[in-house]
């Protein structure tokens, strides 16, 4: 069992930068896949970033080159640099920890960009 606590969100102009953090309780971290989620409003949620247990990373198209995901396995945590912010990066941003089992989410942290 592993408990998320996403922090960081916050209202940035368009252009800005936010980083997310999100904190695992538990033990055991570096086995979880980990990865940030978004909902906009009357939206799905949507992958934005994952990073693996090996630090592999992927990233959706629309987030490439301005977002980073990171993890720091000394601190349980998993970050996301997100830089050029623009108004439709505008959501509730939800951390997730994966196993080949388990899934995990976080309660959300909202991001609003304005332009």
């Known amino acids: 069992q592993v408990q998320l606590v996403e922090s960081g969100g916050g209202l940035v102009q368009a252009g800005g930068s936010l980083r997310l953090s999100c904190a695992a309780s538990g033990s055991s971290f570096s086995r979880y896949d980990m990865g940030w989620h978004r909902q906009a409003p009357g939206k799905q949620r949507e992958v934005v970033a994952t990073?693996?247990?090996?630090?592999?990373?992927t990233y959706r198209d629309s987030v490439k080159g301005r977002f980073t995901i990171s993890r720091d396995n000394a601190k349980n945590t998993v970050y996301l640099q997100m830089n050029s912010l623009k108004p439709e990066d505008t959501a509730v941003y939800y951390c997730?920890?994966?196993?080949?089992?388990?899934?995990?989410w976080g309660q959300g942290t909202q991001v609003t960009v304005s332009s």
């Open positions: 990073i693996s247990t090996r630090e592999s990373t």
């Open positions: 997730r920890a994966t196993t080949m089992f388990n899934a995990y």
